[in-house]
């Protein structure tokens, strides 16, 4: 499967890495998302137990479904106090997805203990299927699975399970639900893709930031130093001395090693040699050669 950074023209580089820092910066909004939309989905299965009580009675089905939505309340609040600082997001989504389709399995069995004509739940699962896609980012296709079941599950009640409706009403809320998966599906893909294209344009301004900032300081470097040997620098017509800013006279060797990076070596040039030292080398420089 490709993955989606490199759809947007980075197949060059370390995906992985890179796709670790996109959700570590984004973890905290996805987090609060994923979790509102969860609270939002286990709050009205918890509503409807009333509901299972109404329509089946106090039956052991009733129970189970009870204790089932009980378990993902639990399972929200476990896992709004776990992955509250953000520090295993790969963990995260897994848990997301299967604490999704637990919630969204609950549902599924909850459609089938009510009356074939009951169809008042479902306008309300188009608007919880499109609220799941929102909430629950696309940052992997499995992501989408808890949204996906909601939405086809119910169109298979609808067509399967409730045939004692009419097909007028039946169609509409069937089209709702299709409308809400693909909607969903398109505005959470389009959200995410434009996310990613932030991320990746505000990484590329911060690194031409840090190149720029390194260009000006060696530039500032070079300048200085440029500066530095520039103008009219009095010298001793005698011994060579410089005069520096300060008034005082230095030797040229240690004026320049002050202001530049060069280093000094000393020796002697052919001349110096035969009029110091005429009796070494006979007129020959201190490499052999003659002068």
């Not at 995906?15 to 820092?21: A, S, V, W, Y």
């Not at 129970?63 to 963990?91: C, E, K, S």
């Not at 103008?231 to 230095?250: E, M, T, V």
């Given at each position: 499967?490709?993955?989606?950074?490199?759809?947007?023209?980075?197949?060059?580089?370390?995906?992985?890495?890179?796709?670790?820092?996109?959700?570590?910066?984004?973890?905290?909004?996805?987090?609060?998302?994923?979790?509102?939309?969860?609270?939002?989905?286990?709050?009205?299965?918890?509503?409807?137990?009333?509901?299972?009580?109404?329509?089946?009675?106090?039956?052991?089905?009733?129970?189970?479904?009870?204790?089932?939505?009980?378990?993902?309340?639990?399972?929200?609040?476990?896992?709004?106090?776990?992955?509250?600082?953000?520090?295993?997001?790969?963990?995260?989504?897994?848990?997301?997805?299967?604490?999704?389709?637990?919630?969204?399995?609950?549902?599924?069995?909850?459609?089938?203990?009510?009356?074939?004509?009951?169809?008042?739940?479902?306008?309300?699962?188009?608007?919880?299927?499109?609220?799941?896609?929102?909430?629950?980012?696309?940052?992997?296709?499995?992501?989408?699975?808890?949204?996906?079941?909601?939405?086809?599950?119910?169109?298979?009640?609808?067509?399967?399970?409730?045939?004692?409706?009419?097909?007028?009403?039946?169609?509409?809320?069937?089209?709702?639900?299709?409308?809400?998966?693909?909607?969903?599906?398109?505005?959470?893909?389009?959200?995410?893709?434009?996310?990613?294209?932030?991320?990746?344009?505000?990484?590329?301004?911060?690194?031409?930031?840090?190149?720029?900032?390194?260009?000006?300081?060696?530039?500032?470097?070079?300048?200085?130093?440029?500066?530095?040997?520039?103008?009219?620098?009095?010298?001793?017509?005698?011994?060579?001395?410089?005069?520096?800013?300060?008034?005082?006279?230095?030797?040229?060797?240690?004026?320049?090693?002050a202001h530049t990076q060069a280093q000094f070596t000393h020796g002697l040039c052919p001349e110096c040699i035969a009029r110091l030292y005429p009796q070494l080398g006979?007129?020959?420089?201190?490499?052999?050669?003659?002068?």
């Amino acid at each position: 499967m490709k993955h989606p950074l490199s759809r947007l023209g980075l197949a060059q580089v370390d995906l992985g890495e890179l796709e670790g820092q996109y959700r570590r910066v984004h973890f905290r909004q996805d987090y609060l998302l994923a979790m509102a939309g969860l609270a939002i989905f286990a709050a009205s299965t918890a509503l409807l137990s009333v509901n299972d009580f109404q329509f089946i009675g106090p039956t052991p089905t009733a129970f189970a479904l009870l204790a089932g939505r009980i378990a993902l309340i639990a399972w929200t609040i476990w896992l709004a106090v776990t992955f509250r600082r953000g520090d295993d997001y790969a963990r995260f989504d897994r848990c997301l997805v299967w604490c999704g389709l637990f919630g969204v399995t609950l549902v599924a069995v909850m459609r089938l203990t009510r009356p074939l004509d009951y169809l008042h739940n479902f306008a309300a699962e188009a608007a919880f299927t499109l609220i799941l896609f929102l909430m629950f980012r696309m940052r992997r296709p499995w992501l989408a699975l808890a949204p996906t079941y909601l939405g086809l599950s119910g169109l298979l009640t609808l067509w399967f399970w409730k045939t004692s409706s009419s097909l007028p009403p039946l169609a509409a809320i069937s089209l709702s639900l299709v409308v809400a998966m693909a909607g969903g599906y398109t505005m959470a893909c389009w959200a995410e893709n434009l996310r990613r294209r932030q991320f990746l344009t505000q990484r590329a301004e911060a690194e031409a930031r840090r190149q720029l900032e390194r260009t000006v300081d060696e530039l500032r470097q070079a300048q200085a130093e440029v500066r530095a040997l520039s103008g009219l620098l009095p010298i001793c017509a005698n011994c060579k001395k410089i005069r520096d800013d300060s008034g005082y006279w230095q030797q040229i060797e240690s004026y320049i090693s002050a202001h530049t990076q060069a280093q000094f070596t000393h020796g002697l040039c052919p001349e110096c040699i035969a009029r110091l030292y005429p009796q070494l080398g006979q007129g020959k420089n201190e490499t052999g050669q003659k002068i």
